[in-house]
Structures are given as C-alpha cells and as structure tokens.
C-alpha cells in the first residue's frame, strides 16, 4: 500500500432514486472513519453543474489524491466524474466510481436496511481501490483522418455528406449494385411532398459533388485488422459485368434476348426481372447491373452488346480508415407460413407489397386480375408479439400504414379502409396523417393484446373478424378483397459485417448503443458507431438524425490526427508467462499475440485493441497477467471490504 492518502468521498441522493431507499447519511457516517477519507459529503445530484464545481475547489482546496463519487451507473457518468478530476489537475484515473443505485437502491428498494448495508459495503470497497489508484497516462496513437460509412441507404449517405463537408475522407461502401437502400423502393413518402426515389438521386448527386467521398457499389467488407485510429479494411467488390459506355439500345436489346427470369426483389416479388436490370430510370450508379447468382452465362447478351464481359472478375481492396460508421439498415418481416393466411391465400399481402402495389399502378387498383374495394389492415403482425415474433414496437409501421391507405383513397377512389389494430403510435406531426384518414372515412377497429384478429378464406374473399374493444368487445367482421398484413422491421438476416466487428446486439437483436441518452451512437467497439435503422426501428427523419450525430461522432475520433486510448489494459508478467494459449482463445477482442523473447514463447498485448475485459486473467494458470487499475491487489481489498 502506498503512502496515506487523501480521498474525497461523494454520497449522491440522486433525486430521491437512491435516497428513497438507502439511508445516504448513514452511508457517509459509515465511510467517513476510514484512515484515508480526509471528507465526506452527500449531495442532492451529484452530476449537477454546482456539484461538480464544488468537488473542483475541494480537491484544489484539500489537495485531496483522489475521488470516489457513489452514486448511478459508471456507463452514465464514469467520464463525468473524471472529466471533474482533471479540471482540478487531478489525474482522472485516481477517480473510483460506486454504483449504488442499480446495484442497491434499484435491486433492493423491497429492504431499505438491507439496501443501505449494501450500499455501505459498495462504497468502502470503493475506497479500498481508491488506496490503490495510481495516476496512469493515456497513450497517444496516429489516427487516419478517414472515415469508412457502411451501407449506403439514406443514413448512410447523410452521414458520408455531413463527413466530407467537415473535410474528412469517406469511403462509402454499399453492398448492392445500386445506392438508396430501402428508401428507393417507395414512391411517395409520408409528411412529405418527395418520393424515395427523388431523395436517394439528390442525395447521390451531392455525394458527386465531393471529391472526398469514394463510392464503392456491389461491394461487401470482408475483413478487418487494426484498432481505432488505424483500422485496415479489406473490401470485395464484385464486377456489374457491364462498361459504363454502354449503348443504350444494345442494352435494350441484350435484356431482351436474356433467357433467365426471376422474381423482383426491388417489387418485393409482385413481378419478375431479367438476370440483366435495373431497378427505375434515375438510378444511381446509371450502369445496370448483371445478376450472377441468376445468369446461366449462355453469351446471348455478350453478342447484341459490346460492353457486356461475363469474364470479369471480382477484386479485393484494402483502405485504412481511423472510424467506422454502420448504416447497414434493417430487413422487413416476413410473416411465419399461415401467419393471418400469410402464403395461404391469394388475398393476403404485406405491407410492403401493398405499397409497391399503389405506387406502380393507376386507375383502378387490382390484384390476382381482381378489382380492389374493400381493405383490411391488420397491425403489428411481427412486432408486439410475445410468441412467433417480436415483442418491440417498429414505431414507423402505423404511420406507413395509415399513409399509404391515404394514398390508396386518393388515387383509386372506391377504397374502404379497415384497420384492425392494437392501439396507435402516429407520433408527432404524424398525427396529421391520422386525422386524414378519419375524414375520409377510414373505420379504426382495437384488439387486445391477447386476441388477435382472425382470417378465413370464404370464396374470392377474405372473412376477418374482431372482438372490437371500441364497441364494448362486438364481435365484427369484413369482407375483406384484399388483407395487408403491418409487419414491422427486423434487423437484417445476412449482417456478416456485424460479427465481423464482433459488435453487441440488444434483446432486440438489432445492434446496441452504449446508452441510449448518453451515449447513442457509440458501441463498446472503440470507434465504431451505428446509425440509422440497424440500431432499431426508426423513421426517415430519424434515421438522418441518428448519421448526424454518428459522423460528428466519428469525426471527432479522427479530427485531431492522433488519439487516446484507454490505459486501463492488460499487462503481461514475462518471467511468469510460459504460454499456454488459454489467454488467447479467452480474448474476444484478439488482442493476445503469441511471441518470442529472449529465447521463449509468450504472450503479448497489443494495447491498443486490448479493452481491459479481464477475461485472460483467470484463465491464466501461473498467475503472469494483471490489468492496469483492477490488480489482483486491488480486487482483493475489494473483496475484503465486501466481505
């Protein structure tokens, strides 16, 4: 143990979340006696703008060594407190942090006395480490003043826009042939005047505008190396067998002679396409596209066109980037087989479906050769529901629903719009939409949660029926011509790029932030940051503000040139190591690399991909690895306080 220190000790009431149930004075009574303690005080918020002041004048007042703040989780304020620290010319890693509210007040509100006595044993092992603390040095690497944005859908390309104007090299790497992601695919949009397919082309051609932007379509990243700061991406990119110069009437002509038909992803599989295509006029990149995984490679298009080469191959690039930005979007559920007649009955159909439906006919609107009058909307089919599907809400789907009925109305005329439903979410100025459809007569009918409407085929009609909450539980039913089945948003099934950078997923399965308020867009991948739609269910609007906040995020990581890493890693005892290779394959990260030194083999870390984890530790027979600021001292003086 070092010479006698001098600690400074903070009790947080937290507004009444800890002091509710533990006695927060009777915590400081507890821990003010300990040798190093020189004071203890309790305060009513401890993150607040006054507190923190107050703790810099007393660590400059008292020259106190070091701080230990008890108060909510280290992931809200950890930085916060020693942000505080270095304002007062205390090094920040003499900070020790007591989480007394999840781990005490919160878990234990049933037993105040026992949730006081708990949180006194969290504090004092607390200052137990605080005997320990040493001031550490943050090591500085060079970070590559470029940006990697991957997926190329409107997130990605308002994020790749926002980082090129803050001079910053972008890569930008979208996986299909084209740019545009799912917006592209709906023409007209909800609370606005534009369609997809306007939005995604202007975007694109403000993305032309910068000569720091790289686009690279029909391209899948591979594999990665590297650390924050200089990450090495490999990047496949396949060919789109066709030369930009092509005439447009030979590829009008080698389309024709294309013997291979396949159902059209784009038209969510209401029409086919040739193995040659592309998807609408103005888009991006112009250059259409050959369908390899379809193309039987019979040569009938290489004879009608020039620029057709089926010899081409794909090829691998290598960049390096300092940051990463997911924008990898989200997939649309697809509901299980008989799913309320899903793939049972020719008058069942998905929501996206119907929207491509009403976006690429005029007139009258038909299905199966069928004119369409009567429409029976049936929600959250995928999402809030606790067996065969998803117990989250997709926030976006009420609103597209509720529009593209709107749009059904005024383009057709002769629609009546049904919506079996489970309570609204038309959010905000989406309210508007709503209020829409009710003066056009659209009739609104509630479930419980726990019964679901029902669908049963009866002739060219569809029967589906409802014990109506809003008529006191009725049992109604429609004829309905046509059901839209509301399904949600699902992450994507095909995210290789996800284990790729090992990054967490929520119990949504969707890709997980640090803390949603805190920190949104930052995941415990150093950098690494998540925006738009593969983060969870989000709306245009939404999306665009999510790459926003990741690109100044990203951006930040790369702006100086150089960067701090945590200090706080993994630290080898050479003369005890005698590899074993256990560290190694404990590693998540693969920051273990087997070396040679001084005639033996042993382990080493690469600082700057090691996070501090302590996952080789216990793995570690001979006891040859510590972590910086968790020493086996150090947790076991813990462990004596607690005990």
Not at 310 to 329: H, K, P, Y
Request: hydrophobic share 35%; aromatic share 6%.
């Amino acid at each position: 143990m070092k010479d006698k220190k001098k600690i400074g000790v903070y009790i947080c009431h937290c507004g009444g979340n800890i002091s509710d149930y533990v006695d927060v004075e009777k915590v400081r009574e507890a821990v003010s006696g300990d040798e190093i303690v020189f004071l203890s005080k309790t305060t009513m918020f401890a993150c607040s703008d006054s507190n923190q002041r107050d703790m810099v004048e007393d660590i400059k007042e008292h020259n106190l060594d070091g701080v230990v703040v008890a108060s909510c989780s280290p992931k809200l304020h950890l930085t916060t407190f020693r942000n505080v620290s270095e304002r007062a010319d205390l090094n920040k890693y003499t900070y020790v942090h007591a989480n007394i509210r999840e781990q005490a007040s919160w878990a234990h509100s049933d037993n105040k006395m026992g949730a006081t006595e708990k949180a006194i044993h969290l504090v004092k092992a607390a200052i137990a480490k605080a005997h320990y603390a040493e001031a550490q040095v943050a090591p500085k690497i060079k970070a590559e003043k470029r940006v990697a944005v991957v997926g190329a859908g409107v997130a990605g390309m308002k994020a790749a826009l926002s980082l090129a104007d803050k001079d910053c090299e972008v890569l930008l790497i979208e996986r299909e042939p084209f740019v545009g992601g799912r917006v592209a695919q709906w023409d007209t949009l909800s609370t606005t005047t534009e369609t997809g397919k306007e939005m995604t082309t202007r975007l694109y051609n403000e993305l032309l505008k910068r000569d720091n932007i790289t686009i690279l379509t029909n391209s899948e990243l591979i594999g990665n190396k590297g650390s924050v700061g200089n990450i090495e991406l490999t990047v496949r990119k396949s060919p789109r067998y066709i030369k930009g110069n092509c005439h447009p009437e030979d590829l009008k002509r080698a389309i024709e002679v294309c013997p291979v038909e396949v159902p059209d992803e784009f038209n969510f599989r209401l029409s086919n396409r040739k193995a040659i295509y592309k998807n609408y006029p103005s888009e991006y990149p112009q250059t259409p596209v050959i369908d390899m995984k379809s193309c039987t490679r019979c040569g009938e298009c290489e004879k009608v066109c020039s620029s057709i080469d089926l010899s081409e191959q794909a090829e691998e690039l290598t960049f390096n980037v300092g940051s990463v930005l997911m924008a990898t979007g989200f997939d649309s559920y697809t509901p299980a087989y008989g799913e309320f007649g899903y793939a049972t009955s020719d008058n069942v159909i998905t929501l996206p479906q119907f929207k491509r439906m009403i976006d690429t006919q005029e007139g009258k609107l038909i299905h199966k050769g069928k004119e369409v009058h009567n429409i029976a909307y049936i929600y959250c089919v995928g999402s809030r529901q606790e067996e065969g599907g998803n117990t989250y809400c997709s926030r976006n789907c009420c609103t597209s629903t509720i529009h593209a009925a709107v749009t059904a109305k005024e383009k057709f005329g002769k629609i009546n719009n049904f919506h079996f439903n489970r309570g609204l979410r038309t959010y905000g100025k989406q309210e508007l939409l709503y209020a829409d459809s009710l003066r056009n007569g659209d009739i609104y009918l509630q479930s419980y949660e726990d019964g679901p409407p029902t669908v049963t085929p009866k002739g060219d009609k569809t029967i589906v029926k409802i014990n109506d909450i809003l008529t006191a539980g009725e049992e109604l039913e429609v004829a309905a011509d046509l059901v839209v089945l509301v399904t949600g948003m699902v992450p994507r099934a095909d995210n290789k790029v996800g284990s790729l950078f090992k990054l967490p997923k929520g119990r949504d399965q969707f890709f997980n932030e640090v803390h949603m308020k805190l920190r949104p867009v930052e995941t415990v991948i150093d950098g690494v940051t998540i925006a738009g739609a593969c983060q969870g269910p989000k709306n245009i609007a939404e999306s665009v503000n999510s790459a926003l906040s990741a690109s100044t995020k990203s951006f930040s990581i790369v702006s100086k040139g150089e960067l701090e890493t945590e200090p706080l890693i993994a630290v080898i005892n050479d003369d005890k190591c005698t590899w074993c290779g256990a560290c190694e394959e404990a590693c998540p990260f693969d920051a273990i690399l087997k070396t040679e030194k001084d005639g033996r083999t042993i382990a080493q870390i690469n600082n700057s991909v090691c996070k501090g984890c302590g996952m080789c530790t216990p793995v570690c027979e001979p006891d040859a690895i510590d972590l910086i600021a968790c020493s086996s001292a150090e947790i076991m003086s813990m462990i004596d306080a607690l005990a």
